[in-house]
Every structure is written in C-alpha cells, then in structure tokens.
C-alpha cells in the first residue's frame, strides 16, 4: 500500500496560480487511480479531480473544470493538481488520494489512502 504526500499549498491572491503535488512511497504507484480533494471549515470533503491509473483519462468536479489540471509522473511517483484563475472559494484544505480497485469513482468512501493535506488560502 502507498503512502502519500502533499505539498505546494500557500497563500495566493484571486486569480494567481498553484501547483500541487503529491509524492506516493512504494513500487505500486502506478496501480492506483489517484484523486485530489478538499475541505474548506465546516464542510465536507469534496472530489475535485481524478486521474485513471496510465493518465490517459482525466475527470473534474464542474467547480474545477477549465481552470484546474490533473496529471501524474508514474515514473516520478507523483500526481499533480495545476490550480489557475483561483478564487476565494477554492481555499480549503486539499488532500490527494489512492483508489486501489475503481475507476473514474469520486466518493471520498471510495478511497483507501489519504494524504495529511496541505492548505490552501485564496485572498480576495
């Protein structure tokens, strides 16, 4: 089973741009459809992007579509979440995740293994 790490959060203006990533452990990387989600203070956790197990097909949350990006380096062991023309409402805590067994599934349930997350903040 992977472990997983993210980083590349921080305070951004509305408008600016961030790159995310997270480095997984482990030799089965490539074994797992990857995800990223968030979770702003007093709400649930919330699929934002997804990313098949070879990168060959991408799915986003409508609130992510046309300004965010997902995309992996199997040989890197890392995935990457592109985040441009932020806006206020994107600031939460953001965290990827494994799924060892689906596809194209955006359940936060769904999921085995979980980063600790890294913070987002869009000022206005």
């Known amino acids: 089973q992977v472990q997983l790490s993210e980083s590349g959060g921080g305070l951004v203006q509305a408008g600016g741009s961030l790159r995310l990533s997270c480095a997984a452990s482990g030799r089965t990387f490539s074994w797992y459809t990857m995800g990223w989600f968030r979770q702003a203070p007093g709400k649930e956790r919330e699929f934002v992007a997804g990313i098949t197990r070879s990168g060959g097909f991408t799915y986003y949350a409508d609130s992510a579509k046309g300004r965010f990006t997902i995309s992996r380096d199997n040989a890197k062991n890392t995935v990457y979440l592109q985040m441009d023309n932020l806006k206020s409402e994107d600031t939460a805590v953001y965290y990827c995740?494994?799924?060892?067994?689906?596809?194209?599934?955006?359940?936060?349930?769904?999921?085995?293994?979980w980063g600790q997350g890294t913070q987002v903040t869009v000022s206005s």
């Open positions: 995740a494994a799924d060892r067994t689906g596809v194209g599934r955006t359940r936060a349930s769904a999921f085995d293994v």
